[in-house]
Nanobody, 124 residues
Framework: VQLQASGGGLVQAGGSLRLSCAASGGPFSGYSMGWFRQAPGKEREFVSAIRANGGSTYYTDSVKGRFTISRDNAKKTVTLQMNSLKPEDTAIYYC??????????????????WGQGTLVTVSS
């Protein structure tokens, strides 16, 4: 599976961005999809995930209520709508595909395929 992330950019605090991840070359509907991010000088961290059928979603505490993950299996895309952005959301955002169990869904080791990342910069 090849993943292509897009939608990053520069936005002021309080603004919104919509990240998209397009998949090709594999059975997209069979994978859970995750978004991770890595800020300068920090380790990569979990942001959000959605199960293969879209029935369950997961968020890290710092983005709950501000970010929404969704997927369209027919179009092979997963989207992360990010609202009320904060400077601390600045990072490179990566989409990933895998088949994690519940206990590992927030762990990057549980994902097999990764996109190239898209940079989100939030200015104060």
């Amino acid at each position: 599976v090849q993943l292509q992330a897009s939608g990053g950019g520069l936005v002021q605090a309080g603004g919104s961005l919509r990240l998209s991840c397009a998949a090709s070359g594999g059975p997209f509907s069979g994978y859970s999809m995750g978004w991770f991010r890595q800020a300068p000088g920090k380790e990569r961290e979990f942001v959000s995930a959605i199960r293969a059928n879209g029935g369950s979603t997961y968020y890290t505490d710092s983005v709950k209520g501000r970010f929404t993950i969704s997927r369209d299996n027919a179009k092979k895309t997963v989207t992360l709508q990010m609202n009320s952005l904060k400077p601390e959301d600045t990072a490179i955002y990566y989409c990933a595909a895998g088949r994690p169990i519940l206990s590992t869904i927030r762990q990057d080791q549980a994902y097999y395929y990764w996109g190239q990342g898209t940079l989100v910069t939030v200015s104060s």
